[in-house]
């Protein structure tokens, strides 16, 4: 099956001779378990239970990799052999016994994994149960089942629950406190196998979506809380600490596009903030932007910023800090060394900078990043502790390269920021605004793009917004630059959606600060009803929609 194959490559594969029981008869299994040898082991059975004990070695190394993983499924592969189409002969349990002694009485009350075999129509399927991190490593498995059952396989692989229907045969994945399959994915007992919240020594875990290659968009609730995800050709990471209540049922109100795949399973392990004797937050979450926008903060690794990085640009990152102020901590001083008109490629002290406004969110590319970093090495200027850590960041991740002789060099990627203060309807312009600068740093054909509208729109219109950025103080942007103001012309086009456009800047030009200082520029706006503006942001929506299934205002595929 695909997910194992990418979930855990390492397990080894091996040939096994299929076992029919009833509920009279007495077998053997063969049990595989990563980097260990597959045994066959004796069984019994007794009053319509068919018991599987692990062998003293098997049982060893399922704890031993238990233990070195941190969780654990046992999946077993079956196809019915003749099943009476009345359900209570085609009813089938399956769950794990813990006292070998006592395991005949011990199975009336455990967990139990129930399916129906009927429905399979002599097709083979999988069941899979995670272990309970509370009772461990059991003493073996029981099936019970009043028709006839072949087990084709049985092994042990990494924890996981939900369903995937990509490989050869569909397989169905339980939490430890069971469940029936109905058609549901069940999340309610994750916190049984997973975290169920970030700390330092431990993450929450992700769910992964796989749709078939004619899905369009659809929507997936975990408990009261809906998602809707637009077309994607790739699978959909969600890390559950994004969500409001991911340990719930999941279902699907699209039911004709219900998903290849849905699975719950462990995050990586290098995402752990205090990893390697680290004592911040280095390496990313790999989102779609649309989960960060309502990213609840108290499942943050760290205390006053996440890390991102925008899962279909790789090496754009994006921090969501907690306040304006540490925001500033982080990027106040490099903002003037990049953007400010009469300030560029100077290194402000801290004294200069004292009352100077940044931005109240921030995007910057590689090599501008590199600039900065080693003017500060070459001058020795004395960076704060943010910036210092920004640096560790980005070299971390490969936006910017520290040589051996300690020279800042660019790499590839860049940086977006934005701030819980801001309020929640600025937060999702931010995120649009900045999300379009991000992909402007690292895509070549989007910037030759942009610079065609750019000097084919208008001259009046053009001359409204160049005079906008000059005049307005929280920007000041060096209106001499030209890549800059290609840019800046890309995001305020891209920021909200091209219905809003017109209106946005009419109102723009409307406002007693555009009248005062740029009164020519503006009125040539409000008499043309913004229609030059409208008319470029038209043609930039129609570019990256076609191109990526974004639009003006979006830069997410995934709604809540």
Same mark, same amino acid.
């Given at each position: 099956?695909?997910?194992?194959?990418?979930?855990?490559?390492f397990?080894?594969?091996?040939?096994?001779?299929?076992l029919?029981f009833?509920?009279?008869?007495?077998?053997?299994?063969?049990?595989e378990?990563?980097?260990?040898?597959?045994?066959?082991?004796?069984?019994s059975?007794?009053?319509g239970?068919?018991?599987?004990?692990?062998?003293?070695?098997?049982?060893?190394?399922?704890?031993?990799?238990f233990?070195?993983?941190?969780?654990a499924?046992?999946?077993?592969?079956?196809?019915?052999?003749?099943?009476?189409?009345?359900?209570?002969?085609g009813a089938?349990?399956f769950g794990?016994?813990y006292?070998?002694?006592n395991?005949?009485?011990?199975?009336?009350?455990v967990?139990?994994?129930?399916d129906?075999?009927q429905?399979?129509n002599?097709?083979?399927?999988? !069941?899979?149960?995670?272990f309970?991190?509370?009772k461990?490593?059991p003493?073996?498995?029981?099936?019970k089942?009043?028709?006839?059952v $072949?087990?084709?396989?049985?092994?042990?692989t990494p924890?996981?629950?939900?369903?995937?229907f990509?490989?050869?045969?569909?397989?169905?994945?339980?939490?430890?406190?069971?469940g *029936?399959?109905?058609g549901?994915?069940?999340?309610?007992?994750?916190?049984?196998?997973?975290?169920?919240?970030?700390?330092?020594?431990?993450l929450?875990?992700?769910?992964?979506?796989?749709?078939?290659?004619?899905?369009?968009?659809?929507?997936?609730?975990?408990?009261?809380?809906?998602l809707?995800?637009?077309?994607?050709?790739l699978?959909?990471?969600?890390p559950?600490?994004?969500?409001k209540?991911?340990?719930?049922?999941?279902?699907?109100?699209d039911?004709?596009?219900?998903?290849v795949?849905?699975l719950?399973?462990?995050?990586?392990?290098?995402?752990?903030?205090?990893?390697?004797?680290?004592?911040n937050?280095?390496v990313?979450?790999?989102?779609d932007?649309g989960?960060i926008?309502n990213?609840?903060?108290?499942?943050?690794?760290?205390?006053d910023?996440?890390?991102?990085?925008?899962?279909?640009?790789?090496g754009?990152?994006?921090?969501?800090?907690?306040?304006?102020s540490?925001?500033?901590d982080?990027?106040?001083?490099?903002?003037f060394?990049?953007e400010?008109?009469?300030?560029?490629?100077?290194?402000?002290?801290?004294?200069?900078l004292q009352?100077?406004?940044?931005?109240n969110?921030?995007?910057?590319?590689?090599?501008?990043?590199?600039?900065f970093?080693?003017?500060?090495? #070459?001058?020795?200027?004395?960076?704060?502790e943010? *910036?210092?850590?920004?640096k560790?960041?980005l070299?971390?991740?490969?936006?910017?390269?520290?040589?051996?002789?300690?020279?800042?060099?660019?790499?590839?990627?860049a940086? %977006?920021?934005i701030?819980?203060?801001?309020?929640?309807?600025?937060?999702?312009?931010f995120?649009?605004h900045?999300?379009?600068?991000?992909?402007?740093?690292?895509? *070549?054909d989007?910037?030759?793009?942009?610079?065609? %509208?750019y000097?084919?729109i208008d001259?009046?219109?053009?001359?409204?917004? #160049?005079?906008?950025?000059?005049?307005t103080?929280?920007?000041?942007?060096?209106?001499?630059d030209d890549?800059?103001? $290609?840019? *800046?012309?890309?995001?305020?086009?891209l920021?909200?959606?091209?219905?809003?456009?017109?209106k946005?800047f009419?109102?723009?030009?409307?406002?007693?600060h555009?009248?005062?200082?740029?009164?020519?520029?503006a009125?040539?706006?409000?008499?043309?009803?913004?229609?030059?503006?409208e008319?470029?942001?038209?043609? !930039?929506?129609?570019y990256?929609?076609?191109?990526w299934?974004?639009?003006a205002?979006?830069?997410w595929l995934?709604?809540?």
């Amino acid at each position: 099956m695909n997910f194992f194959s990418r979930r855990a490559a390492f397990i080894l594969f091996v040939c096994i001779f299929p076992l029919v029981f009833s509920c009279t008869s007495k077998s053997n299994f063969t049990l595989e378990i990563p980097d260990f040898y597959s045994s066959e082991v004796s069984a019994s059975a007794s009053k319509g239970e068919n018991f599987f004990s692990f062998t003293a070695d098997q049982k060893g190394a399922v704890r031993n990799f238990f233990e070195k993983n941190g969780d654990a499924s046992l999946m077993i592969q079956l196809v019915p052999v003749k099943v009476a189409q009345d359900s209570s002969n085609g009813a089938l349990s399956f769950g794990f016994f813990y006292n070998s002694e006592n395991k005949v009485s011990e199975i009336a009350s455990v967990p139990v994994v129930t399916d129906y075999l009927q429905k399979y129509n002599g097709s083979a399927f999988a !069941l899979a149960f995670c272990f309970s991190r509370e009772k461990g490593v059991p003493q073996g498995f029981f099936i019970k089942s009043s028709s006839k059952v $072949k087990v084709l396989n049985a092994q042990i692989t990494p924890a996981f629950v939900g369903h995937d229907f990509s490989g050869d045969i569909p397989v169905f994945a339980f939490a430890a406190n069971g469940g *029936e399959n109905n058609g549901t994915d069940d999340f309610r007992g994750a916190s049984l196998v997973f975290n169920s919240i970030n700390t330092r020594e431990s993450l929450m875990p992700k769910i992964t979506v796989k749709f078939r290659e004619t899905s369009g968009s659809q929507k997936i609730a975990f408990g009261g809380e809906v998602l809707f995800i637009r077309r994607n050709e790739l699978p959909v990471e969600i890390p559950t600490a994004s969500l409001k209540s991911p340990f719930s049922v999941v279902t699907y109100p699209d039911e004709q596009e219900y998903p290849v795949s849905v699975l719950l399973t462990a995050s990586d392990k290098n995402l752990l903030t205090f990893a390697h004797g680290k004592k911040n937050v280095l390496v990313p979450l790999k989102v779609d932007p649309g989960l960060i926008m309502n990213w609840p903060r108290n499942n943050w690794r760290g205390n006053d910023y996440e890390l991102f990085e925008w899962d279909r640009f790789p090496g754009v990152l994006f921090f969501d800090i907690s306040t304006y102020s540490v925001q500033d901590d982080f990027f106040r001083r490099l903002a003037f060394f990049v953007e400010k008109a009469g300030f560029k490629g100077r290194l402000l002290s801290d004294s200069e900078l004292q009352g100077k406004h940044g931005y109240n969110a921030h995007d910057y590319k590689a090599d501008d990043l590199a600039r900065f970093f080693e003017k500060a090495r #070459r001058e020795n200027f004395p960076l704060n502790e943010k *910036e210092l850590l920004l640096k560790d960041i980005l070299a971390n991740n490969g936006v910017i390269k520290i040589a051996s002789n300690g020279e800042v060099q660019a790499g590839s990627g860049a940086v %977006i920021s934005i701030s819980q203060e801001s309020p929640s309807y600025l937060r999702t312009t931010f995120i649009a605004h900045e999300g379009w600068h991000g992909i402007f740093f690292i895509d *070549e054909d989007f910037r030759n793009t942009v610079a065609s %509208i750019y000097y084919t729109i208008d001259p009046d219109t053009l001359a409204y917004m #160049r005079r906008y950025f000059q005049i307005t103080p929280s920007l000041n942007y060096d209106v001499n630059d030209d890549y800059l103001m $290609k840019n *800046e012309f890309m995001a305020y086009l891209l920021q909200r959606p091209v219905s809003q456009t017109a209106k946005y800047f009419v109102d723009m030009a409307s406002r007693e600060h555009s009248q005062q200082l740029a009164k020519r520029q503006a009125d040539y706006i409000i008499e043309t009803g913004g229609a030059g503006f409208e008319g470029a942001a038209r043609l !930039l929506d129609e570019y990256v929609s076609d191109r990526w299934n974004l639009n003006a205002g979006r830069v997410w595929l995934i709604n809540r």
